[in-house]
């Protein structure tokens, strides 16, 4: 049987997504790096972050792929990299022979594996790689509403939910989705939270970013996310503070639909500590070039009321049983639509964003 996108890319959870990506890295005959987690899994099973490199070791040129920062969220994001994976040398005909496509598989794998976004220490790994020497960012609009975002009861009362209703309208829809989503670094129960030091997924992804891009010359990044936009449609958001070349090429490369978040034309806002602050430190000799894939799946209303509730479940772990699985099962409803007709247009995209992306490395800089 061909393999087929659609029924065999996509997995039900963390176990069945990692052994599906390592038969496909056997059965391509190569090499897997894989980071063990310190933890492990619901059933027991070993929670890691694996590796692939599909190419030169001294390569020129690196097309990284990134799926899982946000646990749940690599559904989509190890879906897509086992369809890239299958697809073989037919993928690899689109680059230069000096060109190699590395894929990190779940970067928080316990978040995938639990089906939270955040990881074990109930970081949000995107909001993490701050610079942990300087003060860290103050956030007085989430703590002013962090009691009305996750109260003592759930589901919330109806006293609740106005009162959160009102706040928010009075800051207006930018700055209230800023309040809540920007990133904190004070509430370490609470949503969107930073941390305090880089958390295990982030020392792993340095090290990673380190050893297979510390010494190319030039760089693109396609990070895999779901959550946010229409359902099934893949917002392009130009991920670097460089708005200068950086955006130009990434446009080039992905077209002039490319959003930013620092000019309000995205569907997420600047937030602090992204993944791809790690560029800077691990590879600065690279001209980089990257973008969030980011996957729309429920309203976002919804989407915010299954991360409260899940954060409400991380701090009320006593919750009852059938509440609790259905705050789980609410919060991968949030990030990951099991259809067809979604996973036909997650992997299209994806597809069409990696072929995209080879082609610009062969381009000029
Ligand atoms: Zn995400």
């Not at 409400?312 to 007709?341: G, K, M, S, V």
Request: net charge negative; hydrophobic share 40%.
């Amino acid at each position: 049987m061909p393999f087929d996108p659609i029924a065999d890319a996509f997995s039900p959870d963390h176990a069945s997504a990692r052994q599906r990506w390592l038969a496909l890295v056997a059965a391509r005959g190569l090499a897997v790096e894989s980071h063990p987690h310190p933890l492990r899994g619901p059933a027991g099973e070993v929670l890691a972050v694996d590796v692939v490199r599909d190419g030169p070791a001294d390569a020129a040129k690196v097309l990284l792929t990134t799926s899982g920062v946000h646990g749940v969220e690599g559904h989509a994001g190890c879906g897509i990299q086992a369809g890239l994976l299958a697809l073989g040398a037919s993928l690899r005909e689109a680059a230069d022979a000096d060109t190699a496509i590395v894929h990190v598989h779940a970067v928080n794998p316990h978040g995938f594996a639990f089906t939270r976004r955040v990881t074990h220490e109930n970081v949000d790994l995107n909001r993490n790689f701050v610079d942990f020497g300087q003060p860290l960012p103050e956030h007085p609009d989430y703590a002013a509403i962090e009691s009305l975002l996750l109260p003592p009861t759930w589901p919330p009362t109806p006293d609740n939910e106005a009162a959160l209703a009102a706040r928010l309208d009075a800051m207006g829809p930018r700055r209230a989705q800023m309040a809540v989503t920007r990133g904190q670094h004070t509430r370490p129960m609470g949503l969107y939270y930073g941390g305090r030091e880089p958390t295990w997924s982030h020392r792993v992804f340095r090290e990673v970013l380190r050893r297979h891009a510390g010494t190319c010359r030039r760089l693109a990044w396609i990070d895999l996310h779901t959550g946010l936009g229409p359902a099934g449609v893949g917002e392009r958001i130009f991920a670097s503070h460089d708005a200068g070349a950086a955006l130009a090429r990434a446009r080039r490369w992905w077209g002039e639909g490319v959003t930013s978040v620092h000019t309000g034309t995205s569907t997420s806002i600047p937030m602090t500590g992204p993944i791809q602050q790690a560029v800077d430190g691990e590879c600065p000799q690279a001209e980089y070039t990257g973008i969030c894939l980011e996957f729309g799946t429920v309203p976002l209303p919804q989407m915010m009321a299954a991360l409260r509730a899940d954060h409400w479940l991380h701090a009320h772990p006593e919750a009852d049983a059938a509440l609790a699985r259905q705050i789980r099962r609410d919060l991968r409803d949030a990030f990951y639509t099991d259809t067809d007709a979604w996973k036909r247009q997650v992997w299209a995209q994806g597809l069409d964003a990696t072929r995209q992306a080879l082609h610009g490395l062969r381009q000029p800089g």
